[in-house]
């Protein structure tokens, strides 16, 4: 079914980040997933990424 190749293609993805990046880039990733990533714009057009506190 197309639903078990797209998931099977996810996971082959976050193998090939893995392999390529290491574990902080699938990690970096979860917490992108989980909107646990603000970004912060100023008016001068500084942007910085906070990341969002769950406790």
Request: proline residues 2%.
């Amino acid at each position: 079914s197309l639903l078990k190749i797209q998931e099977l293609a996810r996971h082959s993805d976050r193998h090939l980040l893995k392999f390529l990046f290491g574990s902080s880039a699938t990690q970096a990733l979860d917490l992108v997933d989980r909107q646990s990533i603000t970004l912060i714009s100023s008016p001068s057009g500084r942007r910085v990424y906070q990341l969002v506190s769950n406790s």
